[in-house]
């Protein structure tokens, strides 16, 4: 695994904007008051030629009593516990604060290598930042995260502190857990994870970024995505909330495949069908977990009761993979990780082009394509041209005469031929002249 460089530091001094700025993209949310970051948020950078995992954390607040404070309190000090090097955020306009003062005394028992920061320094001089070596953590790297200025200076410093040898990242399957709030993701993650590794409170809402943790099971990697609740437009109440959301959606297209978790006590929803269709058009494979059903009141039909009616709800996508599971007590919580493994195999199979021609060829003999103004769709030939979601690409005499339901036709042919469950295909017809 690459060397992990923590960013830690009380709230709004600045640690998300020098993240982003790192990681060369927007990956945490950032806003001009505290709390907005909650959870540990990880991206993949490198410098002078090394990579690493750099980490963002919420803010400390090391006397705060609330449990939202003690909770992202306690994720910092595990990003703390599993970096090499840590990059002590302050801020140079307000100066050092008491606050600066307990994070040090936290650093120092970590005996951790700390590299000091501090940022907000948009004109330097030597006293501008003399009071921070009151802190007794070394010399104090002058830093604005914002204009990019001294940004260089502090890397170098940490990079000097990375264990030596070769660095090499390995694949893993990514897999972002989605969902409305309160469904339970931040406990699956958990429970898959064997450790406190997102914030789980009964706050709705309270994951705001989506969280990147890699993880390797039975001598495969992983990377599970913990998102934020994804709720209906209108009830996105303001900037931090959309940008949550915006964050999960993006995770969702960065993902191999997308877990759906849904509340079995409220059932399938008309917001969870609408972000499972996100996915679906994003061409994902997925797996819907039914979460809580130690809560559901059961008997022999509950689980078919609850099949129909997801069938009925998500006739649009009838190749889904369900699972009936419970991430509090880890009532089959091991078959998610199995099962997202099955559907990204499918959608990574290949159908070998002669028997694909066969198939098809076979399947139009069967049911002929309806005429439309005396003209009848012929299909020429066949041939899967990609995977992710696989596509299957028709030549065909008009690509306008192939109707939807005809195309769904075989979309079924091809899926009773080969196991396609759990991930959408493609068809595309291409049209050529006639001779």
Same mark, same amino acid.
């Given at each position: 695994? +690459?060397?992990?460089?923590?960013? #830690?530091?009380?709230?709004?001094? !600045?640690?998300?904007? %020098? %993240?982003?700025?790192?990681?060369?993209?927007?990956?945490?949310?950032?806003?001009?008051?505290?709390?907005?970051?909650?959870?540990?948020?990880?991206?993949?950078?490198? /410098?002078?030629?090394?990579?690493?995992?750099?980490?963002?954390? !919420?803010?400390?607040?090391?006397?705060?009593?609330?449990?939202? /404070?003690?909770?992202?309190?306690?994720?910092?000090?595990? *990003?703390?516990?599993?970096?090499?090097?840590?990059?002590? %955020?302050?801020?140079?306009?307000?100066?050092?604060?008491?606050?600066?003062?307990?994070?040090?005394?936290?650093?120092?028992?970590?005996?951790?290598?700390? #590299?000091?920061?501090? +940022?907000? #320094?948009?004109?330097?001089?030597?006293?501008?930042?003399?009071?921070?070596?009151?802190?007794?953590?070394?010399?104090?790297?002058?830093?604005?995260?914002?204009?990019?200025?001294?940004?260089?200076?502090?890397?170098?410093? *940490?990079?000097? $502190?990375?264990?030596?040898?070769?660095?090499?990242?390995?694949? =893993?399957?990514?897999? *972002?857990?989605?969902?409305?709030?309160?469904?339970?993701?931040?406990?699956?993650?958990?429970?898959?994870?064997?450790?406190?590794?997102?914030?789980?409170? &009964?706050? =709705?809402?309270?994951? @705001?970024?989506?969280?990147?943790?890699? $993880?390797?099971?039975?001598?495969?990697?992983?990377?599970?995505?913990?998102?934020?609740?994804?709720?209906?437009?209108?009830?996105?109440?303001?900037?931090?909330?959309?940008?949550?959301?915006?964050?999960?959606?993006?995770?969702?297209?960065?993902?191999?495949?997308?877990?759906?978790?849904?509340?079995?006590?409220?059932?399938?929803?008309?917001?969870?069908? @609408?972000?499972?269709?996100?996915?679906?058009?994003?061409?994902?494979?997925?797996?819907?977990?039914?979460?809580? /059903?130690?809560?559901?009141?059961?008997?022999?039909?509950?689980?078919?009761?609850?099949?129909?009616?997801?069938?009925?709800?998500?006739?649009?996508?009838?190749?889904?993979?369900?699972?009936?599971?419970?991430?509090?007590?880890?009532?089959?919580?091991?078959?998610?990780?199995?099962?997202?493994?099955?559907? %990204? *195999?499918?959608?990574?199979?290949?159908?070998?082009?002669?028997?694909?021609?066969?198939?098809?060829?076979?399947?139009?003999?069967?049911?002929?394509? &309806?005429?439309? +103004?005396?003209?009848?769709?012929?299909?020429?030939?066949? =041939?899967?041209?990609?995977?992710?979601?696989?596509?299957?690409?028709?030549?065909?005499?008009?690509?306008?005469?192939?109707?939807?339901?005809?195309?769904?036709?075989?979309?079924?042919?091809?899926?009773?031929?080969?196991?396609?469950?759990?991930? &959408?295909?493609?068809?595309? =017809?291409?049209?050529?002249?006639?001779?």
């Amino acid at each position: 695994m +690459n060397p992990v460089v923590a960013i #830690v530091g009380r709230p709004n001094v !600045g640690k998300s904007t %020098f %993240f982003n700025r790192v990681a060369g993209r927007k990956i945490s949310i950032t806003e001009n008051r505290p709390g907005v970051t909650r959870d540990r948020i990880t991206a993949d950078c490198e /410098w002078r030629g090394k990579p690493f995992t750099l980490i963002d954390t !919420g803010g400390l607040e090391p006397r705060s009593e609330d449990l939202l /404070w003690k909770q992202i309190a306690l994720q910092a000090s595990l *990003a703390v516990d599993t970096a090499d090097v840590i990059l002590f %955020f302050t801020d140079g306009r307000e100066g050092l604060t008491s606050s600066d003062y307990e994070v040090a005394e936290m650093l120092r028992r970590s005996r951790r290598p700390v #590299v000091l920061v501090v +940022n907000k #320094v948009d004109e330097y001089t030597p006293d501008t930042v003399s009071e921070f070596y009151a802190l007794g953590l070394g010399e104090p790297y002058p830093v604005s995260a914002e204009h990019g200025r001294g940004v260089g200076d502090a890397l170098d410093k *940490a990079v000097e $502190f990375f264990p030596k040898g070769e660095q090499s990242a390995s694949d =893993a399957l990514k897999i *972002a857990v989605v969902g409305k709030p309160n469904a339970g993701k931040s406990s699956l993650v958990n429970k898959i994870l064997g450790s406190e590794r997102t914030i789980v409170t &009964p706050i =709705a809402g309270t994951t @705001r970024d989506a969280v990147d943790t890699r $993880f390797s099971r039975g001598g495969k990697d992983y990377v599970i995505i913990d998102t934020a609740g994804i709720r209906r437009k209108r009830s996105v109440e303001d900037d931090v909330e959309y940008y949550s959301v915006l964050r999960a959606f993006d995770a969702v297209r960065r993902a191999d495949v997308a877990v759906l978790v849904v509340d079995s006590m409220e059932g399938l929803t008309e917001q969870d069908v @609408r972000i499972i269709g996100y996915v679906h058009e994003q061409g994902k494979p997925s797996v819907v977990v039914m979460n809580k /059903w130690d809560a559901v009141e059961k008997d022999t039909h509950t689980v078919n009761a609850f099949e129909k009616k997801l069938a009925e709800d998500l006739k649009f996508m009838s190749y889904y993979k369900s699972v009936y599971i419970s991430a509090k007590t880890g009532q089959r919580v091991d078959k998610v990780l199995s099962l997202a493994e099955e559907a %990204f *195999a499918h959608a990574n199979f290949r159908v070998p082009t002669g028997a694909l021609n066969d198939l098809l060829i076979d399947a139009v003999r069967v049911s002929e394509p &309806p005429s439309y +103004n005396g003209r009848r769709l012929k299909l020429y030939y066949s =041939a899967q041209v990609s995977v992710c979601p696989p596509l299957f690409a028709l030549q065909v005499n008009d690509e306008t005469l192939l109707h939807f339901s005809y195309e769904r036709y075989l979309e079924n042919i091809i899926r009773e031929a080969y196991d396609f469950s759990g991930t &959408p295909i493609r068809i595309q =017809a291409r049209g050529r002249k006639e001779e």
